[in-house]
Protein backbone atom coordinates (compact mmCIF):
# COMPACT_ATOMS: atom_id res chain seq x y z
CA UNK A 1 0.00 0.00 0.00
CA UNK A 2 1.08 3.22 -0.82
CA UNK A 3 1.29 6.11 1.29
CA UNK A 4 -0.58 9.45 0.90
CA UNK A 5 1.29 12.79 -0.05
CA UNK A 6 1.46 14.55 3.45
CA UNK A 7 -0.72 18.15 4.02
CA UNK A 8 2.82 19.92 3.51
CA UNK A 9 3.41 18.14 0.27
CA UNK A 10 -0.58 19.16 -0.86
CA UNK A 11 -0.01 22.75 0.75
CA UNK A 12 3.55 23.30 -0.98
CA UNK A 13 2.09 21.96 -4.68
CA UNK A 14 -0.81 23.66 -4.63
CA UNK A 15 1.26 27.12 -4.32
CA UNK A 16 3.20 25.81 -6.63
CA UNK A 17 0.72 25.38 -9.28
CA UNK A 18 -1.21 28.78 -8.76
CA UNK A 19 2.32 30.13 -9.88
CA UNK A 20 1.30 28.25 -13.63
CA UNK A 21 -1.95 29.11 -13.87
CA UNK A 22 -3.59 25.85 -11.80
CA UNK A 23 -6.29 27.54 -9.35
CA UNK A 24 -6.70 26.03 -5.82
CA UNK A 25 -10.00 25.45 -6.67
CA UNK A 26 -9.67 23.26 -9.22
CA UNK A 27 -6.95 20.99 -7.46
CA UNK A 28 -9.64 20.34 -4.15
CA UNK A 29 -12.13 19.12 -6.46
CA UNK A 30 -9.52 16.81 -7.96
CA UNK A 31 -8.73 16.00 -4.26
CA UNK A 32 -12.17 15.66 -3.21
CA UNK A 33 -12.82 13.26 -6.47
CA UNK A 34 -14.96 15.21 -8.83
CA UNK A 35 -13.96 13.54 -12.18
CA UNK A 36 -15.03 16.29 -14.21
CA UNK A 37 -11.85 18.19 -12.28
CA UNK A 38 -9.35 15.37 -13.25
CA UNK A 39 -10.23 15.20 -16.51
CA UNK A 40 -9.90 19.03 -16.73
CA UNK A 41 -6.71 19.59 -14.81
CA UNK A 42 -5.26 16.35 -17.20
CA UNK A 43 -6.28 18.83 -20.20
CA UNK A 44 -4.75 21.59 -19.02
CA UNK A 45 -1.45 19.79 -17.54
CA UNK A 46 -1.08 17.84 -20.70
CA UNK A 47 -1.09 20.97 -22.95
CA UNK A 48 1.76 22.81 -20.32
CA UNK A 49 4.03 19.82 -21.25
CA UNK A 50 3.33 20.13 -24.96
CA UNK A 51 4.16 23.61 -24.78
CA UNK A 52 7.02 22.98 -22.51
CA UNK A 53 8.33 20.42 -24.99
CA UNK A 54 7.79 22.57 -28.38
CA UNK A 55 9.59 25.61 -26.79
CA UNK A 56 12.38 23.57 -25.20
CA UNK A 57 12.91 25.99 -23.03
CA UNK A 58 11.07 28.49 -20.45
CA UNK A 59 9.83 31.83 -21.26
CA UNK A 60 9.23 34.80 -18.60
CA UNK A 61 5.87 35.26 -20.35
CA UNK A 62 4.84 31.87 -20.33
CA UNK A 63 6.01 29.60 -17.27
CA UNK A 64 6.19 25.84 -18.12
CA UNK A 65 5.31 23.91 -15.44
CA UNK A 66 8.20 21.46 -13.84
CA UNK A 67 8.21 17.85 -14.35
CA UNK A 68 8.16 16.90 -10.47
CA UNK A 69 5.61 19.06 -9.70
CA UNK A 70 3.33 17.89 -12.89
CA UNK A 71 3.77 13.90 -11.90
CA UNK A 72 2.98 14.96 -8.31
CA UNK A 73 -0.37 16.13 -9.68
CA UNK A 74 -1.13 13.24 -11.76
CA UNK A 75 -0.13 11.07 -8.74
CA UNK A 76 -2.96 12.59 -6.64
CA UNK A 77 -5.37 12.47 -9.29
CA UNK A 78 -4.74 8.11 -9.96
CA UNK A 79 -4.76 7.73 -6.53
CA UNK A 80 -7.79 9.96 -6.36
CA UNK A 81 -9.49 7.75 -8.73
CA UNK A 82 -8.34 4.80 -7.14
CA UNK A 83 -9.65 6.40 -3.18
CA UNK A 84 -13.68 6.68 -5.38
CA UNK A 85 -13.16 3.02 -7.42
CA UNK A 86 -13.12 4.75 -10.82
CA UNK A 87 -10.76 3.76 -13.85
CA UNK A 88 -9.12 6.81 -14.05
CA UNK A 89 -10.29 8.96 -17.00
CA UNK A 90 -9.14 8.64 -20.88
CA UNK A 91 -7.65 13.10 -20.45
CA UNK A 92 -5.70 11.05 -16.86
CA UNK A 93 -3.72 8.51 -19.27
CA UNK A 94 -3.21 11.14 -22.34
CA UNK A 95 -1.21 12.99 -19.21
CA UNK A 96 0.33 10.20 -17.91
CA UNK A 97 1.66 9.06 -21.56
CA UNK A 98 3.27 12.54 -22.33
CA UNK A 99 4.74 13.14 -19.38
CA UNK A 100 6.23 9.51 -19.31
CA UNK A 101 7.11 10.36 -22.75
CA UNK A 102 5.51 6.60 -24.23
CA UNK A 103 6.11 8.23 -27.70
CA UNK A 104 10.23 8.06 -26.89
CA UNK A 105 10.30 4.62 -26.28
CA UNK A 106 12.72 2.45 -28.41
CA UNK A 107 12.87 5.43 -30.50
CA UNK A 108 16.85 5.38 -30.61
CA UNK A 109 16.28 1.80 -32.01
CA UNK A 110 14.17 2.75 -34.35
CA UNK A 111 16.02 5.58 -35.92
CA UNK A 112 19.42 3.56 -35.98
CA UNK A 113 17.92 0.80 -37.78
CA UNK A 114 16.26 3.70 -40.29
CA UNK A 115 19.99 4.51 -40.66
CA UNK A 116 21.27 1.73 -41.31
CA UNK A 117 19.22 0.53 -44.36
CA UNK A 118 19.82 4.01 -45.28
CA UNK A 119 23.33 3.54 -45.81
CA UNK A 120 22.97 -0.32 -47.01
CA UNK A 121 20.21 1.06 -49.88
CA UNK A 122 23.04 4.17 -50.47
CA UNK A 123 25.76 1.70 -50.60
CA UNK A 124 23.92 -0.51 -52.98
CA UNK A 125 23.60 2.00 -55.38
CA UNK A 126 27.07 3.54 -55.05
CA UNK A 127 29.04 0.89 -54.48
CA UNK A 128 32.60 2.32 -54.40
CA UNK A 129 31.28 5.23 -51.69
CA UNK A 130 33.79 5.57 -49.11
CA UNK A 131 32.73 5.25 -45.15
CA UNK A 132 33.22 9.03 -44.85
CA UNK A 133 30.88 9.57 -48.08
CA UNK A 134 28.25 7.11 -46.42
CA UNK A 135 28.76 8.45 -42.82
CA UNK A 136 27.83 11.82 -44.71
CA UNK A 137 24.83 10.76 -46.43
CA UNK A 138 23.46 9.30 -43.36
CA UNK A 139 24.11 11.70 -40.37
CA UNK A 140 26.49 9.21 -38.69
CA UNK A 141 29.94 8.52 -37.57
CA UNK A 142 32.37 6.56 -40.32
CA UNK A 143 33.47 4.26 -37.80
CA UNK A 144 29.42 3.52 -37.33
CA UNK A 145 29.43 2.45 -41.08
CA UNK A 146 33.10 0.53 -40.54
CA UNK A 147 30.90 -1.46 -37.43
CA UNK A 148 27.94 -1.90 -39.90
CA UNK A 149 29.98 -3.87 -42.80
CA UNK A 150 31.23 -5.90 -40.67
CA UNK A 151 27.78 -6.81 -39.71
CA UNK A 152 26.23 -10.01 -42.02
CA UNK A 153 22.32 -8.68 -41.74
CA UNK A 154 24.09 -5.45 -42.85
CA UNK A 155 25.86 -6.78 -45.69
CA UNK A 156 22.41 -8.67 -46.88
CA UNK A 157 20.56 -5.57 -47.17
CA UNK A 158 23.93 -4.21 -49.53
CA UNK A 159 23.48 -7.34 -51.22
CA UNK A 160 19.59 -6.73 -51.66
CA UNK A 161 20.29 -3.19 -52.64
CA UNK A 162 22.85 -3.77 -55.24
CA UNK A 163 20.26 -6.27 -56.86
CA UNK A 164 17.91 -4.01 -57.16
CA UNK A 165 20.15 -1.10 -58.36
CA UNK A 166 21.53 -3.81 -60.92
CA UNK A 167 17.90 -4.72 -62.57
CA UNK A 168 16.64 -0.99 -62.34
CA UNK A 169 14.01 -2.05 -60.12
CA UNK A 170 14.26 0.92 -57.91
CA UNK A 171 15.38 4.67 -58.27
CA UNK A 172 18.34 5.14 -56.69
CA UNK A 173 18.74 8.72 -58.11
CA UNK A 174 16.27 9.69 -55.19
CA UNK A 175 18.55 8.24 -52.61
CA UNK A 176 20.62 11.47 -53.49
CA UNK A 177 17.49 13.69 -52.71
CA UNK A 178 16.43 12.54 -49.35
Same mark, same amino acid.
Not at 12 to 35: M, P, R, T, W
Not at 58 to 68: E, S, V
Not at 84 to 109: T, Y
Given at each position: MTRRPSRNQ? %??? %????????? *?? !??????? #???? *??IRALSRKLTKKIQTRRRSGRQTRLHKTIPPALCGFCAAVMV *? @?????? +? /? /?????CNLLSVHLKVDA %???? !? +??HHDTR???AL????? /???? #? @?????? @?? @????? +?????? #???FLEFVEAAEYLAKHDLIN %???? *???
Amino acid at each position: MTRRPSRNQY %FHA %FEECEKYGI *DE !ELLESVN #DGQL *DAIRALSRKLTKKIQTRRRSGRQTRLHKTIPPALCGFCAAVMV *D @TCRRIS +V /P /PPRELCNLLSVHLKVDA %FGGK !E +VKHHDTRLRAALYLGAH /PSAS #D @TQIANY @TG @TSKQS +VGQWKK #DPSFLEFVEAAEYLAKHDLIN %FEKL *DEV
